[in-house]
């Protein structure tokens, strides 16, 4: 649906008039062009006077004649006449080559380097009727005079010669089968000989390349006009004939092959004569049809098909108003198709351009006139884009290039050496209204998105102006009424007004055809109103560009003179007499590139220059300045509704712009969508194929468009290349193109966002609702928006919904979440209704105030048309069972009204359909649990009936629980089958005391005996239960608890065992005093009980029970000493015994533990010394790799440096370090002394045996975590206060003994420990791992930075050795 936009023409003299020489004595005729960024033009000039020839190449640059040649200078033959040339050039040589009629090849060298000399490099005998060059310079193509096909390389090799007239075809098709050629030859005589008498003319033969150069194709025409040609595909690579085209009466020689491949275009024209055999041969086909087989057609699963398509273009062919059309072949030389070109002409010339979208074509019409069309193809249809009409010239060549920046320019070149050079983009041509405008020949094809969607090729009517387009433009007339004009090419405007808004198709009045009938009906015409030519009033005016409207009875107008001057031309028009009236008149300074009108102000539009300035043109014809310019020339500009008096506009490389600055890159298209709710949006499409929708008053505060984060639903996934062509007034719409042509609709979530909420502001819930249903947005913004505003509106909004379903859905998509809150789904589309504020119990209040609605509802029969949603508000709240109850309602209800008023008075919506619905959002094994958590079998027998499920897998089950009789009995049941034990059991106990024991069996196999103590309330049955609950306990190790119980039980004797197993000695001993146990009985069990102490590493309790109950001193001593109370055990030893006992029984317990502590405090310092020396290296080896990886960056060269690294650093990196091949948890500064470590089990709820195992992490060298899991492990060695406090006691009691100097030792051996502990670990803290940080406690944390290596132990660590220090100095 695009339109060709031209953005530049420049006219210029492409050739010099010698000014010695009369001009009148001097003929000059243009015979060939080409080039690449120049324009290199090859004439003839022949001097009357003298009778001398030259051919002439010329170069054009910039507009002007840089240099020309004569080519008859450097050829041998001085008298050679030349009749005609052909110039094509090498581009990879940077050399142009002329082929002569007289068959000389002549090669200009224009590089740049060295002289310009033509120089002479071959003959063709016969001369040259057509040569060509590849696309990659590397091979050309040379058609003799007598009919020899030559590929020869850039060096003039030979790569292939054979008859240009071939049918060796290397894959024969089924419609080349042989047949007499056009020279009314046998196959056993020569075609030479015919070429030899009469040799092939340049004008006989067309070549054409595929854009890879595999092929390339000719079409060879012999013996006049009327004769056709054939075309011919020729395979480069094997050398040979690769496939003849389909015999067409009316083949041109005029071929070309599109670059990708995809079609070969030949020219055809049928005259009168041909046209009857045309007629003669379609009635041959039909008769061969009927005899069910075409004779030509050799493959016969394709014969039908073919026949099928040679019927249809011989109608197409018959029916065509105008003789010449372009068919299109494929490779195969099958014909694929064709496009019609109206009017009486016939094609010289076809050019595709570089990018294959547009086929330039020559036409000579009868009238002499010669015109230049645009073509292109979209959703299989051919349209006629753009017309250049040329009078008084015998002809036109014409040369595509490639624009810089992009775009595309065709170069055409008269006989009267005119070059004219026009640059065009792309665009759309559309209304503030969403309507689409698309030339087509002398067409306008209107579609109005907003009423209709109606995809290309077809439209909504067809405006028919009788003459070229130029430009169109819609604008909005009085009463809103829509206005479409054209400026065609004779300089008349032709317009039309929509009776009805936007509504084109709706004013129409169209025939109705009859069913019988086989007429097609085509697009609807609309025959607008012309004015008379603007030429006439401005004689100057050579070409016109642009048009738009101003308001709507004015027009402005871009012309440009024959001096090459743009001049704004300012007309009114009288829509009702089109009587066009001359107002004003500017010229300008510069080249217009694009005209819009100013959406702001409907008394201005807007004009940029090629330099990206930006002017307003007001209707009083004042010229005013933009506010900003953009920073390069934009193809598409666009103004804003705001009163910045900033535009928007984007360039060729895909920067979008807003005045002078760029906004996005990377664009490949955009739209402004006027009328959305919430203020207008700016859409653009990335050429990563997304969308994505931003508020216009939100970008023109930002210097750049934030990037796009994850989850943004201002951006959407499109097709590949799809652009945008239109925004739709009053709607959420946005209109989409493909590549290939077809339309797509999308509703981007930025627009439908805040539509809805201005519908939910005017309470417009059904818009709102279907809004957010069709277009699949998250049900909870109907809720989130302005909450908790729904619960006071749910009245209205249920009675706008009025449908059942559509309100329990709402209701099933609830979420506790806000999608409006802080990171909600969208809170970045709808900011300033965004709320940080906590929806508490969202679910709950709307379900509520749904209920609220409900019951207040007059009737039954209201209430009941909710159903689906009440029954939604309890099953959302998670209570299914009191939606089942409510369906048991329902059915009651239904049952009462077949009862009494019979089955014909039952109700529509009943309690099956309430059930179904249910089972559509809920398991159905769920609902049939919760059936029975209602201890409803009727309920349940519903929901099994209902479901998917066989429903004798549950009967039987149901038919279990109907025959119990005693209704607890049965609740208890089917609570068991629940696995509601609890519930089971409160029934049980309701059931009577003859089935206690069942209930205490279940109470403890499921371990419920404390519930069952609340629901018990006779002693005796407490008694039992006591007993039972303290047996369970004791099977379970926990023996405190147990021994409560026994005792709460009075079973006193277990109660004491119990309290024993638990080494809980201070309650048993307290027993067996209570139960009268002798003396023996109680050292007994005070001996039993320190030796389970003892076992369990418990040593200070079993210390004091030696010393208090089994008097036995050195054994207290001894445990004292073994749980590192030396002060206690020195105390006992003294005062109870001896100071034998001192160094019989504690010094060589202190001997044993000093000697262990010192070897572990040595063992721990040289592990935390090696630790820490391969962290040290880890990190210089860390900020060595961060600095290469820095200067990398830096330069850019992150290939390079991963290529010259050191392989033996990264070796190094990965190896294991000798003399560290493990890492263990395992030393005296983690865990305490032998005994000190133990934690007694408090209250005996845990084993005392059992220790839970801490997982050891293992440090894996050469890892990437490995310098993380040595900082942590390093940290972990630091000496924990049990083991300081152990060794400050151990020290002073080696004082007390006299071994001062084994003190001394010891506390150095800790000192030392500490002081590299800490060392390392300030050294950790203040560089820690990337990514890592470490919390240690306030007191190790200041002991570790305050620590320097000096002073005493006691300053660096909480440790009670004061005195000691002190007496060791």
Sequence with gaps: ?????????????????????????????????????????????????????????????????????????????????????????????????????????????????????????????????????????????????????????????????????????????????????????????????????????????????????????????????????????????????????????????????????????????????????????????????DQGQAPEVRHVGAWKRELKRREEAEKLRGEATGPSRVFLYERNGLQHGEFVIPGDCHVEYMEWSSDSKTLAIVLTHDSGAISVQIWCRSNWKWYNKFTRRFVGVDKVRVMWQDALGGGARLCMLTSDGQLTMIGFVWGYHTSEYGTVGVVDGRSILVTPMSECMIPPPMCAVEVGCGKPIISLDFTVAEGGNELVGALLDDGSIAYAICEDGCDWEGCLEIPELSPESDEVLGNPLVHPMLTESLVMEHSDIKHYRHFVWMGSRKCVVVGQSSSGVDSILQYGIDLETSAVAFENATELEGRVVRLIRDTGDANRVVFEFQDGSLYYYSSEGQLIPAAKNFPSCCDCISSLPSSSGVLMGLNRTGKLCLGDRVIASDVASYGIHYSSKGGPHLLYTLRSNFIRTLPLSEVEDLDRVPPVVPGDVSVRAIEDGAGIVTCPHKSVDVILQAPRGNLEIIKPRALVLPALVAALEEQQFKKAWTLATVNRLDLNILSDYKWPQILDTMSSFMESIQSDVDVAGFLQALSDTSVLGKGGLYSSVLRSSSTDEKMENKIDSVCKAVQKYIVSLDSDMDRRHWLCTELTTYTKCNNIGRALLRIKDVKESDLNIINNQGIECAPKITAESGLKHMLLHIPENDVYLAALAEYELEIAYMVITHSQRDPGEYLAQLQQFAVIENDSIKKAEIDKHLQRYDRALEHLIQAGAEFFNDALTLATSHGLLRNMLALVDKKDQRKIIHKTLGDSLSSKSKYEDAGLAYIAGEELEHALRAYRLAGAWKPAITLATRLGKDENYIIDLASRLANDLEEAHNFEEAAILMLEYLRKVPDAVRLYARAGNWREALRVAVSLGSMEMVDSVLAPVAADVAGRLLEGFKEDCDRVQKYWNRLQELRERRAAMDAMKAAADEEALLELVSKDHDPDLDQEAASVITDMSIYTDASLATTAASGTSFASTIGGRKTMNKKKKKKKTKIRQGSPEEEAQLAQHILSLLPLPSVCNETGQLSEFLVFIGHEDDAAVLQRALKELIDQQSQACADILSHPPPGKSFDLPDSIREIVFNHGGRGSIHEKCPLEMGSVERSMR
């Design 1 to 289: 649906m695009k339109n060709v936009i031209v953005v530049s023409e420049e006219t210029s003299h492409a050739v010099h008039v010698d000014g010695t020489l009369e001009q009148d004595t001097v003929s000059r005729r243009i015979l060939s062009m080409c080039g690449d960024d120049r324009v290199f033009i090859c004439h003839t000039e022949e001097e009357s006077v003298r009778g001398v020839q030259s051919v002439v190449v010329s170069c054009v640059e910039e507009g002007s004649v840089s240099w020309e040649i004569n080519v008859m200078d450097a050829l041998g033959d001085g008298d050679a006449t030349v009749s005609d040339a052909i110039l094509c050039m090498s581009l990879s040589h940077a050399a142009l080559c002329v082929g002569l009629s007289t068959g000389h090849i002549m090669s200009i060298d224009v590089s740049g380097v060295g002289a310009m000399v033509a120089e002479e490099v071959g003959m063709i005998e016969g001369g040259i009727a057509g040569m060509e060059w590849s696309p990659d310079g590397e091979m050309v193509v040379i058609v003799g005079g007598y009919g020899q096909c030559l590929l020869l390389t850039a060096a003039w090799d030979v790569l292939m010669e054979m008859s240009v007239w071939s049918t060796a075809c290397s894959d024969p098709q089924p419609t080349a089968a042989p047949e007499k050629d056009a020279l009314g030859l046998d196959e056993s005589e020569d075609p030479q000989a015919v070429f030899r008498e009469t040799p092939l003319r340049m004008n006989d033969v067309s070549i054409s390349w595929r854009g890879d150069c595999r092929y390339f194709s000719t079409v060879v025409r012999v013996g006049g006009c009327d004769s056709p040609g054939r075309i011919r595909v020729w395979d480069v690579d094997d050398q040979v004939l690769h496939a003849i085209g389909e015999q067409s009466p009316g083949t041109l020689p005029v071929v070309a092959w599109q670059p990708n491949g995809r079609v070969l275009c030949v020219a055809n024209y049928l005259s009168d004569r041909q046209v009857d055999e045309v007629g003669m041969l379609r009635q041959m086909t039909h008769a061969q049809g």
